[in-house]
């Protein structure tokens, strides 16, 4: 299946730290912007940072902005999200998918929570 795989999510408490990771299941999927999403318990899924097909840009939800940084690797089929200064509104199962609102199916994503 055409999707990406993600995983590094955990639990964590508040200030500290996360890598995310995403793996394209076929090369093709990096000739694309790509982005990570993020669900919450009871609300709709949002897109929390965008890269460019290159790298040269990204671009981030005002929530997460100074605190969430992507970058990818395109040799290696991945997408990675570092977290610092996490905060327990950051919990929420996310995903990589093509934005804007994402272009192919759904992984079953990575649990982040972050306790207070």
């Known amino acids: 299946q055409v999707q990406f795989v993600e995983s590094g999510g955990g639990l964590v408490q508040t200030g500290e730290s996360l890598r995310l990771s995403c793996v394209a299941s076929?090369?093709?999927?990096?000739?694309?912007?790509i982005g990570w999403y993020r669900q919450a318990p009871g609300k709709q899924r949002e897109l929390v940072a965008r890269?460019?097909?290159?790298?040269?840009?990204?671009n981030y939800a005002d929530s997460v902005a100074g605190r969430f940084t992507i970058s990818r690797d395109n040799a290696k089929n991945t997408v990675y999200l570092q977290m610092i200064n996490l905060k327990p509104e950051d919990t929420a199962v996310y995903y990589c998918?093509?934005?804007?609102?994402?272009?192919?199916?759904w992984g079953q994503g990575t649990q982040v929570t972050v306790s207070s």
């Open positions: 076929r090369s093709t999927l990096m000739f694309n912007p």
């Open positions: 890269i460019s097909t290159g790298g040269g840009t990204t």
């Open positions: 998918n093509i934005p804007p609102s994402g272009g192919i199916s």
